[in-house]
């Protein structure tokens, strides 16, 4: 190999190749020493450069933080501008929102002052007075829709204002902000307070005339007939349509309610009062639930006008606007019904006054069952006026109970729901109240279960209640019974309204007593009173019949003829018996003398109607013994003995049951005398 090589390079030189490389190879290493000088230089350059740099960097390093430093203070310079620009517009916000509310005021006073005027006017204003349009009045829809963003805005900046109670200029703002505010709520208030007065009742006549149109009960319907009419409406689940000559409407026309929905929507939740939510809840809204029934007592004068003191207290929910529609629709809703009463009372006497011609004892006997009818009438009025309410409660208080979706918007306080109840309770209680004092003003008047029976006792006269009277007033209370009986469920259905919230689950409780309102209490209540007095009643007419006077030819008649209790004693059992659920309902709640069980073990009409035959049976054997304690007379005995056949067998003859082959073919005359 090596051989092969040196004869190669051998060749090359002798070739003249040789001398070519060696030149190449030194031209190559003088580039490559001038590459290295060429290096060297620039890494010099570059050194200075770096230096160079280095000292450039030292000089532009503190323009460059003060550069920094100058962006940020033109960013805080522009926070501090938006800020102070904010704060400027919060205390500005009372002269910008100072002229809507101003504005509202004047209006609603201005409303306010008309309707007023027109009240001397009668209806026919009153109905002009709702069709006139507002804006004659100097308030528009826009200025209530104006005046509700601007409360937003108020309450908005007393919030940022609270943020910040270190500056001096905040306990001023906050004054302000209050005053205005205040002036608000009290216009928006005011506005509610006009619209729901003016609006006027919720009822109206029914519309006769219609091809199976409504029924309109008879003002002379019999206790029968008012029974069957009841019965076949609660069988048919139309109440409503059954009872009473009126039926409900809405009452508010749609601006009106248009403006109160968004005062609702305003001031709903939190919106009456500014600051921070409250997270107890009033006092005052506290008492107005879960009042027993049974302490439920009269304590107003008869004749005045109510029942009861609990709905005469002023309405305190801690919302001013539900205060507001409270007050207002309880003057409304007593006024249908004590009107109602008042025009069938008034009607009443006219026809008493026709029937004086005919027999006064008769006259008076009817009068009590009269009475009754129309207490059972205004009952079924109450009915109506109650959903009418209803009806105004639902388009007017309900939709404030339904959060918004907004983000902004202000949730809805706890006790809200529970104001919103208290407020319709409010309204109906009134309704109950005097429904009550009307059906026991019949119990004391026409009833007389004040009076004590009439008797001779210990040489003293008592004029109390006769035989006939007191099966009058009896009558009369088991037919309120049994108005109270088969309404007082729909009626209280009516006044109740749940607390919790229906769409939320795990709020759905039974409705305890803690949570009953004061409508539901006095339906309760009048259910429990009309017992008691009905029971009152049913005890009168067995006394009466036992302390009936023995001497007089009417009550001991010289003949041994039939005695004049007998008769009104049949009479009696006759009107009672038919009164046979409403008899029941009595005896289940209340002992009696003559049956002291309740509940279900309690017994029926029959044991009354036994009582009572007892009780004139003793009667009439004391009349019976005066026959034969008469010595003048020698055939006192006999008297005595014919007094009791003749009185024994006509209760036989009307009260026994008879079979219709039943036939008395022998004749009892008397041709000769005594």
Request: net charge positive; aromatic share 12%; proline share 4%.
């Given at each position: 190999m090596v051989v092969e090589t040196s004869s190669v390079i051998l060749s090359q030189v002798l070739s003249g190749e040789y001398t070519d490389a060696r030149s190449r190879i030194e031209a190559l290493s003088k580039a490559l020493s001038k590459m290295d000088h060429t290096t060297s230089e620039a890494s010099r350059c570059c050194d200075a450069l770096a230096k160079r740099s280095n000292h450039l960097d030292s000089l532009t390093s503190p323009a460059s933080d003060a550069s920094a430093l100058l962006s940020q203070s033109a960013s805080n310079l522009g926070s501090t501008l938006a800020k102070l620009k904010d704060a400027r517009d919060k205390f500005e916000t009372v002269r910008d929102c100072e002229p809507a509310i101003d504005r509202l005021r004047d209006g609603v006073r201005a409303m306010e002052d008309q309707r007023k005027n027109d009240r001397k006017g009668g209806l026919r204003r009153q109905a002009a007075f709702r069709d006139k349009n507002a804006a004659a009045l100097g308030l528009s829809e826009q200025d209530v829709y104006a005046a509700a963003d601007s409360m937003e805005i108020l309450r908005d900046a007393f919030d940022y204002f609270l943020d910040r109670k270190s500056w001096r200029s905040t306990p001023p703002a906050l004054q302000q902000l209050e005053r205005v505010h205040k002036q608000g709520v009290s216009s928006m208030c005011t506005l509610i307070t006009t619209h729901l007065l003016s609006a006027g009742q919720a009822i109206r006549l029914k519309r006769t005339g219609q091809k199976d149109g409504p029924l309109i009960p008879e003002k002379g319907e019999t206790a029968e007939m008012t029974r069957d009419r009841l019965t076949k409406a609660l069988q048919n689940r139309d109440l409503l349509k059954s009872i009473g000559?009126?039926?409900?409407?809405?009452?508010?026309?749609?601006?009106?309610?248009?403006?109160?929905?968004?005062?609702?929507?305003?001031?709903?939740?939190?919106g009456h009062h500014l600051g921070p939510a409250r997270k107890t809840e009033p006092s005052s809204l506290t008492e107005v639930f879960g009042v027993p029934a049974n302490r439920v007592i009269r304590t107003e004068k008869v004749g005045s006008g109510?029942?009861?003191?609990?709905?005469?207290?002023?309405?305190?929910?801690?919302?001013?606007?539900?205060?507001?529609?409270?007050?207002?629709?309880?003057?409304?809703?007593?006024?249908?019904?004590?009107?109602?009463?008042?025009?069938?009372?008034?009607?009443?006497?006219?026809?008493?006054e026709k029937r004086k011609s005919f027999d006064e004892e008769g006259n008076k006997d009817d009068e009590a069952d009269i009475a009754a009818r129309d207490a059972v009438r205004c009952l079924e009025h109450a009915m109506v006026v109650v959903a009418g309410e209803k009806t105004?409660?639902?388009?007017?208080?309900?939709?404030s109970l339904v959060q918004a979706q907004d983000e902004d918007a202000i949730p809805i306080s706890p006790f809200y729901r529970k104001a919103c109840v208290a407020a319709y309770s409010h309204v109906v209680a009134a309704v109950v109240d005097r429904t009550m004092d009307i059906i026991e003003i019949v119990f004391l008047k026409e009833g007389g279960i004040g009076q004590s029976s009439g008797a001779e006792k210990e040489g003293k006269a008592y004029s109390g209640l006769k035989v006939r009277t007191a099966a009058s007033a009896a009558v009369a209370g088991l037919r309120m019974l049994d108005g109270v009986r088969m309404l007082g469920p729909s009626l209280a259905k009516l006044c109740d309204m749940p607390i919790d919230d229906p769409k939320d689950p795990s709020t759905r409780k039974h409705n305890t007593a803690a949570k009953m309102s004061v409508a539901s209490t006095l339906c309760i209540a009048i259910h429990r009173t009309t017992v008691k007095n009905c029971a009152k009643t049913l005890e009168n007419l067995s006394k009466s019949i036992q302390e009936d006077p023995n001497n007089g030819t009417k009550h001991r008649p010289l003949d041994a003829r039939l005695a004049s209790v007998s008769s009104d004693m049949v009479r009696a059992i006759k009107i009672i018996s038919p009164f046979v659920s409403a008899y029941k309902s009595v005896t289940k709640r209340r002992a009696l003398p003559w049956d002291p069980n309740i509940g279900d073990e309690a017994g029926e009409i029959d044991s009354y109607v036994r009582f009572l035959i007892m009780r004139l049976l003793s009667s009439l054997q004391t009349k019976a013994l005066n026959y034969a304690k008469d010595t003048e007379d020698e055939t006192g005995q006999a008297k005595s003995n014919m007094f009791m056949i003749n009185n024994t067998y006509y209760l036989l003859q009307q009260l026994a049951p008879k079979e219709e082959n039943e036939k008395d073919t022998e004749i009892y005359i008397m041709d000769g005398d005594w």
């Open positions: 000559e009126y039926e409900e409407q809405q009452p508010v026309e749609s601006r009106p309610i248009r403006e109160m929905r968004a005062v609702f929507e305003c001031l709903g939740g939190e109510g029942y009861s003191k609990l709905v005469k207290k002023s309405l305190k929910t801690g919302f001013a606007q539900l205060d507001a529609y409270g007050e207002a629709r309880k003057e409304v809703a007593f006024k249908s019904i004590d009107g109602y009463y008042r025009r069938i009372k008034t009607e009443r006497k006219k026809r008493a105004v409660y639902k388009a007017m208080v309900a939709p």
